[in-house]
C-alpha cells in the first residue's frame, strides 16, 4: 500500500476534496482584504458651497435648504438664527448675493433662497417663544448707536454671548434702514415690530428718541459702557449740486422713505413726479411716489441702459411693471420753476469712470431738455453725519477709520455696517450689514476676553466649478415662482407686492438645491459601491464610513458623487490603513528558499557523506 | 554578490510591462557578462488582473543557477516597487536577508517612505526615485484606458513593443543598477530604449542608508 | 509556401520560453492552419502565434475556436483538406478534446498538438503535471517530452518530418511541462530559413478531401472490416520507430543537434542507482546527481524522450544495466499497478523479459507542479541506496515529502 506511513503536515492539509469554506456576509471578506489594492483613498471632504460664501453673513444657506427639505424647520429656522437675526425681514428686502452665486444658476435656475428664507422666518415669527436664548451673562455692558441692521445685528449677537446691550436709537421708533428705508410694501412694519420685539425678548434694551451727540456724549459712552458699536448708518441724503435744488417740492430719497416708513411724513407728492437716481432707493421711490398719490412717475438717470443701473434686475422689472417710464442717459442741470417745481432741465451725460460713483460728464454744449413735473425726489446715494466722533477716527472718505475688524485704533469702540462700508467696494445691502455687525461683534468679544485678532489665513474651497459635481443625478426643473399682487391695483396700496411660499412651495424649491460640495446623506456612493464598502454609520446630514481594508480605490463613488464632496486623496498620504495580505505567496515559505541558501553557501563547502 | 535575486512587484496588466524588463534586461546583461541568469514572470499570482499585485523574479549567479524550477525569489535580496502604494499592501520584504536594497518608484522621500516598509533593519538602504515624472509619464489610475496598455503581455509571450524600458522601467533599472551593482552600468545601458529617463535617474536617487552594516 | 522559408532567416540565438518557442516552430514550419482555445499555460503560445499572424510574419488561418474539442475537429477537418495544422492544450483542456484523438490518429492526419503539462481539475491547480497529456497515451499519437525551450523548438520541427513521413501520417503530441519549460526562458538557436527547409518538406496526405478527387473519410464499417484497420494504426506506430531515428540522424546532421530519439543518459556509465523519469525535473535532476557523486554515491539519470512508439526494448536494455531503477513520477495514476503513477507500469513491463531486472519503485514527485528541489532528490538517491543495500524494495510506490 504506497500510502502507507504518509503523514501530511500541518501547514499542507487542505480541507476536503480542495472544497474550502465560503465567504459568509459577516466573515467572508476577512479573507480578501483588497484594501492593498487601492492607490487612491475616497474622502469625504465639504467644501464651501457658493451661496454660504456670498451671504454677507455667511449664512449656513445649504445646511437649513437641506433641512427643509426633510421638512426640519424648526432646525432650519434655528440654523439661519445663528447667522441671522431677522430672516422675515432679509426673506424680503435682500439683493440675494447668494442667488447670483448659486449653481443652479448656471444649469437652469437659481434657487430662489429668499423666499425660502422668507418661509422660515414668517414661521419663526408665529413661535410663541423664540428658539434663540441669551447668553449666561458675563456682566459686561455694550452700547449699539443706530437700531438697523448692522446694530440689530451686532445686538443679538452680543446678547447671544451673554452681553447686557443698550441699543441707542436716535428715531422715534428702532429699525433704522429696515423702518425707513425699505417701503411697507416689501418690508411691512409689523413684520419688523416683531422682530425687534425679539431684541427685547434676549433682554436687550432699546432707547429711542436718544442721538449720540446731542443726549449721550462720546465720553458717556466711554464712561458707562465696557465698550461701543457704532452702527450709525449713511443718514444725510446726497445732493446733485443743480441750480434750484433748494426750490419747494424738491425732495430727498431716503428721507422721504424714512418719515414714511417712521409715519412722519408730511409732505404732499404733485401729479407728475420725477425721480433722479438709478440705484435700488431710486426704484423704492419711484414706486412709493404711486403709491403716494401720483398720477406719472418717470426715473432718471445717467445710465446708459438698464444693465448698468446698480439696482436688483427684478426690482426694476417690478417698477416697470406697475408703470414707471424710464429715461437713461440724461443729468438734471437745474430745477425749473419759480418757487415750486414746475420742471427740471436735462442734459445728456454719462459716467466718467466705471463705477457709478465716478464723476458725470454732463455735455454742456447739447441741447437742454425740459421736462415738466411738479415734484422731485433726489436719490443719487448718502452720506455720514459724524460731527460727534473724535477726528482722530474720521477718514477722508467722511467715515469711520476701524481696521480690518472693525475696531477703532486700539479702543474698545467698533464700528460696523455701511459707516464703514461706503466706498470699501462692498455694495451696500441689509445682509451685508447683518454680517458686519455679525463679525464686530465676535471681535469685540475676543478683545474683551484678551485674546488676539487674527486674519483668516486658510483658503476656502469654495465649490463654482459644475464639472466637480455630477449632474446626471439632478433633473432640470424650474424654479417655483413666488405670487406677485396685479401690477395696476397694487401700486395704489402698501399691500405686500410679494406673496410668500406656501409649505410645499418652499420644499419642493428647496428640494432643488444641489448641496454643492457638502455631504447631505443622499446614498449614492452607498448605493454604488461595488465592493461594498461603505458603511451608513450616521444617517442625519450624512456621514459614512469607508472601510479601508477593503475599498480598491475604483473612483466609482467619487464620480457618482452628486455633490462632489467626496475626493480622491492618494493613498500614501496617509499613514493609516495599511493592509497587508499574505495570500500572494506560496504557501511552504522557505522550502525552496533554503535550497537557494545551500547554493549561496555552495562554493564553501567540500564534497562529504551523504546524510 | 555570488547569487542575488531580485524581485519586482508591479499591478497587473497596466504595468506588467515595466516589470518585465526589469528583470529581462537585469537578465540578459548578467548573460552579457558571463554570469548565469534567470528570469521569469509570476506564475503562482492568480491571472493578471488590472491593478492586483504581480512580481516578476530575477537571478543573478557566478555560479549555474540550480534551483532554477522553482516558483517564487524566496530570499530576494533586491526588491523592486513599480507602484508606490504597493509599500502598504504587502509584505515584500518576507525573507529578504539582511543588506538587502528596496527601490520604489515614488515622489516622497524615503525618509517618509521608511514607515512602511514591515521590517526594514534588513535593508542596507531604500532608494527612492520618481521615475514616472522622468519617464514623462502620464499615470495612472484615472487613464486606464491610455495607458501604455501593452495587455497582451499576462503570459510573457508577445510584446506589443520590442523596446525594452521605453518608459518608467528605465530610470527604475538605472537606480538598481547604480546602487546594487547588480550588473554592470555600461553592459546594460545600451539595451534600454529611454536612455535620457535613465541617465536622469541617475541623479535623481534618493537613498536613504538604513542598515549599511548588516550587509 | 510562405514567409520563413522565403525570407532570409538566419540562425541567431535568441531568449524565449517554451511557449514562444513552440509558436517559433510553427512559424519556421510554416503551418497553414492554427487552431487556437485559451487554457494556461498553452495560452501564451496562442498568444505569440496570434500576434505573428497579425504581423505578416506568419501566413496562417488562426481560428480560435469555442472549445477544445472544437478545437482539434477543425483541426482534424483542416488536416484532412491537407493542410499543416498546429494546436495546442493544457490540463483538463486536453481531456475535453478526447473524443478526437482517436479519429485524428487512426484516419492517420498528421495534427500537431502542443502540450503545455496543466494538472488536472480538481481544483484548479496551473502547475505541471503530465497526467494530462499521458492519459490520451493509447490513443495513437505520437508523443515525447522535452525537458528545455531548445530541445522544445527541435522537437516540434523534428515531430512535423515525423508525422508527416508517408510512412508515418501519425498526429504528435509535442509535450513541456508548465511554467517550467514554458514559462522560463531558455536560450534557443533558431536556424536559418535555408535549414529548414531542407530539413521540412511541404505536407502532402496521399488522401486529402479535394472535391476535384473525392474521397470519403471515416465511413461506417461492419465489425469484420474492424481488425485490419485497427492492424494497420498498430502497423502504422511500429513503422515509425525506425522514421524516428532516421529523422534524428537528419537533424542531428541538418542543424547540429543531436538527441536521442527514445532515451536520454546522464552519468549513467558507472551508475549503480538511476533515476527515470521524463520532462523538465531531469534539468535539477542533474546538478543534484552531480553532488552526490561528490559525495560518493554512484547515480545517474535516464531521461526518457519519447513515451509513444514506447521505446521497449532500448529501455529493457538500458535499464538492465543497474541495480535500482527509481521512478519519478510527475503523474497520477489512481489505482494502478503501483498504486501511484503511469510510467512504473511500463518500465516494469519492459523489464519483465530482462534476464537482470533491477529493482524498481516509484517515486511520486513533483505532483500539482511542485518543483523537486534538490533535498528531495537526495532523499529519493537515499531510498535507492537503502533498497540497494537491503537487496530489496520498501514499497511500490513512495510519497516524496510526505514520508520520513
Known sequence: ?611 | MAYTELTVWTRGIIMDKEGRDIVNSISASGRLEGKYTQAMENYVDNPDRTNAPTRKYCRVSDSVIENALTYENEHPNIVVLVEQTMVKGWDYMRGMPPGGTLVINTHYSPEYMIRFVPGPERLAQLVCIDAAKLADHKWLYYRLGELGLDRLSTEGAAERSKLVAPDIAAPLIAAVVKTTGVVKMETIEPMIANKAAFTAALEELNILQVNPAAA | MGAVAESKAKKKTVRMNGCVAAAQAAKYADVDVITAYPIRPYTATMMALAQMVANGELNAEYIVADSEHSQLSIAHGASSSGARVFTGSSGVGVQFAYELYSPIAGSRMPVQMMIADRTLDPPGDFGSEHTDALSTRDMGWIMGWSATAQEAFDNHLMAYRIGEDPRVLLPQMVCQDGFFVSHIQGDVELPDAGQVKEFLPPYKHPYPLDPRHPVSHGPQIMPEQGPPLQLERARAMEGAVPVIEEIHDQFARIFGRRYDPWIEEFMTADAEVVFFLQGAHGVTAKYAIKHMRDRGAKVGLVRLRTIRPYPTDRVKDVLSRFKVVGVIETNLGLGTVSSGGVLYQEVAAALYESQQRPLVFSFMAGLGGEAIVLKEFYWMTQKMLEAQKRGAIEKRTHWVGFEE
Open chain 1, 1 to 611: 500500500m504506497s500510502t502507507k506511513g504518509t503523514h501530511i503536515p500541518d501547514w499542507l492539509k487542505v480541507p476536503f476534496a480542495g472544497i474550502t469554506p465560503a465567504p459568509t456576509q459577516e466573515k467572508g471578506q476577512d479573507l480578501f482584504p483588497t484594501g492593498n489594492w487601492r492607490a487612491i483613498r475616497p474622502v469625504y471632504h465639504d467644501k464651501m458651497p457658493p451661496c454660504n460664501n456670498a451671504c454677507g453673513t455667511n449664512e449656513k444657506i445649504q445646511g437649513y435648504l437641506d433641512l427643509v427639505k426633510r421638512g426640519k424647520y424648526l432646525d432650519a429656522y434655528a440654523l439661519i438664527k445663528e447667522d441671522m437675526p431677522f430672516p422675515s425681514v432679509t426673506g424680503r428686502v435682500c439683493y440675494h448675493p447668494c442667488e447670483q452665486a448659486c449653481n443652479r444658476g448656471k444649469y437652469d435656475e437659481a434657487i430662489s433662497i429668499r423666499a425660502v428664507e422668507r418661509f422660515l422666518g414668517d414661521l419663526g415669527l408665529a413661535l410663541a417663544k423664540d428658539v434663540v436664548k441669551p447668553g449666561k451673562p458675563n456682566g459686561k455692558k455694550v452700547a449699539v448707536v443706530g437700531s438697523g441692521p448692522a446694530g440689530h445685528s451686532a445686538a443679538y449677537q452680543l446678547a447671544r454671548l451673554g452681553y447686557k446691550v443698550t441699543i441707542l436709537e436716535k428715531s422715534s421708533r428702532a429699525g433704522g434702514l429696515n423702518r425707513g428705508g425699505i417701503p411697507d410694501w416689501v418690508l411691512p412694519q409689523d413684520i419688523l415690530d416683531k422682530e425687534i420685539a425679539r431684541l427685547v425678548e434676549l433682554g436687550i434694551e432699546i432707547k429711542t428718541n436718544t442721538e449720540v451727540g446731542k443726549d449721550v456724549s462720546w465720553d458717556d459712552l466711554k464712561k458707562n459702557y465696557d465698550a461701543c458699536v457704532l452702527a450709525v448708518g449713511l443718514t444725510e441724503p446726497n445732493s446733485i449740486r443743480a441750480e434750484g435744488e433748494d426750490k419747494t417740492g424738491v425732495f430727498y430719497g431716503l428721507p422721504f422713505l424714512r418719515d414714511i416708513g417712521m409715519g412722519e411724513w408730511t409732505g404732499k407728492l404733485g401729479a407728475r413726479v420725477a425721480v433722479i437716481g438709478g440705484g435700488n432707493t431710486a426704484i423704492d421711490c419711484a414706486r412709493e411716489a404711486f403709491r403716494q398719490g401720483a398720477q406719472e412717475v418717470t426715473m432718471i438717470t445717467v445710465e446708459g441702459n438698464p444693465a448698468e443701473m446698480p439696482c436688483v434686475p427684478e426690482d426694476l422689472h417690478d417698477m416697470l411693471e406697475e408703470g414707471v417710464e424710464l429715461i437713461h442717459g440724461r443729468a438734471a442741470t437745474a430745477v425749473l420753476g419759480s418757487s415750486k417745481v414746475e420742471g427740471l432741465q436735462l442734459h445728456p451725460a454719462r459716467f466718467s469712470g466705471k463705477i457709478n460713483a465716478s464723476p458725470i460728464n454732463v455735455d454742456k454744449h447739447a441741447a437742454g431738455e425740459k421736462f415738466a413735473c411738479d415734484s422731485v425726489i433726489i436719490a443719487v446715494g448718502q452720506h455720514a453725519s459724524l460731527a460727534w466722533l473724535p477726528k482722530e477716527f474720521k477718514n477722508e472718505r467722511g467715515t469711520i477709520a476701524a481696521d480690518a475688524f472693525g475696531r477703532l485704533g486700539d479702543t474698545n469702540f467698533f464700528a460696523a455696517g455701511d459707516i464703514v462700508q461706503l466706498g470699501s467696494g462692498q455694495p451696500l445691502m441689509v445682509v451685508n450689514a447683518v454680517g458686519d455687525g455679525k463679525r464686530t461683534a465676535f471681535n469685540l468679544d475676543k478683545v474683551l476676553r484678551g485674546e488676539s485678532l487674527r486674519p483668516r489665513t486658510v483658503p476656502i474651497d469654495v465649490i463654482t466649478d459644475l464639472s466637480r459635481m455630477n449632474m446626471t443625478y439632478f433633473p432640470k426643473f424650474e424654479r417655483v415662482q413666488q405670487a406677485l399682487l396685479e401690477p395696476n391695483s397694487r401700486r395704489r396700496t402698501q399691500d405686500e407686492v410679494i406673496q410668500g411660499y406656501s409649505e410645499e412651495q418652499a420644499v419642493e424649491e428647496a428640494g432643488r438645491c444641489f448641496s454643492c460640495g457638502t455631504c447631505n446623506a443622499c446614498d449614492n456612493c452607498y448605493l454604488v459601491c461595488p465592493e461594498p464598502c461603505i458603511v451608513r454609520s450616521d444617517r442625519s446630514n450624512g456621514l459614512y464610513k469607508i472601510l479601508v481594508d477593503y475599498c480598491k480605490g475604483c473612483r466609482v463613488c467619487i464620480e457618482e458623487c452628486p455633490t462632489g464632496c467626496l475626493e480622491g486623496v492618494p493613498e500614501l498620504d496617509f499613514d493609516t490603513g495599511v493592509v497587508r495580505m499574505d495570500t500572494a505567496f506560496a504557501i511552504s515559505q522557505g522550502l525552496h528558499g533554503r535550497q537557494a541558501e545551500e547554493l549561496r553557501s555552495l562554493p564553501q563547502r567540500g564534497p562529504k557523506d551523504i546524510d
